[in-house]
Each structure stands twice: as C-alpha cells, then as structure tokens.
C-alpha cells in the first residue's frame, strides 16, 4: 500500500521559515519523481516544486530563491525548506510522487501571518 505521510506544517509570521517533510512508502522511492503541490482556500491546486530522480529541481516563479525542494532516496523522503514566508504562501500542501501514475499525501496546512 502506497504511503505519503506529511509533516512540518504550522502557524508562522511573515518572514519565517517551514521545512516541510514527506515520507513515502510502498513505492521505490528513487524511481519516482517527487513534488510539492499547494492549494489555497477558492482556488485550484498549484504545482510549488518538484524534483526529477536525477536530482533536477523546478520551482513555480512565486517561490523561487525562497523554497527549495530535497530528496533524500535513502530515507524515502522529500523535503520543502520554504523560507521567507508570506501570507500568500498560505494553504494545505501535498506531496506528490509521480512515474506513470502518481500518487498524492492528505497534505499539511501551512499558515503565514502578516
């Protein structure tokens, strides 16, 4: 059975920092490409990151030079540091690993207050 377990969301000011993490199993990890998604209250779900299983990373423009995207294959994990938070960085975020089908987290609130 397929697992991708969240955590690391919370409540910060602007500013802050968050370092959101995803443990997946039942899959092969290091064959996947891993991804963050984002989806804010009225709006649809948008791609924040990913990284190929080569270790090549894209990043959604809002986000570039404060999130960065991680895989450590040898723990079955992703990782979001996300620093220099804004309010509009507020929403649930999901993980997601993709090879010909994907397979998605129940995802981790993140809150910034301004």
């Known amino acids: 059975q397929v697992q991708l377990v969240e955590s690391g969301g919370g409540s910060v000011q602007a500013g802050e920092s968050l370092r959101l993490s995803c443990a997946a199993s039942?899959?092969?990890?290091?064959?996947?490409?891993m991804g963050w998604y984002r989806q804010a209250p009225g709006k649809q779900r948008e791609l924040v990151a990913t990284?190929?299983?080569?270790?090549?990373?894209n990043y959604v423009d809002s986000v570039k030079g404060r999130f960065t995207i991680s895989r450590d294959n040898a723990k079955n994990t992703v990782y979001l540091q996300m620093n220099s938070l804004k309010p509009e960085d507020t929403a649930v975020y999901y993980c997601?690993?993709?090879?010909?089908?994907?397979?998605w987290g129940q995802g981790t609130q993140v809150t910034v207050s301004s």
């Open positions: 990284i190929t299983k080569g270790g090549n990373t």
């Open positions: 997601n690993a993709r090879i010909v089908w994907e397979h």
């Open positions: 039942g899959i092969i990890f290091s064959a996947y490409e």
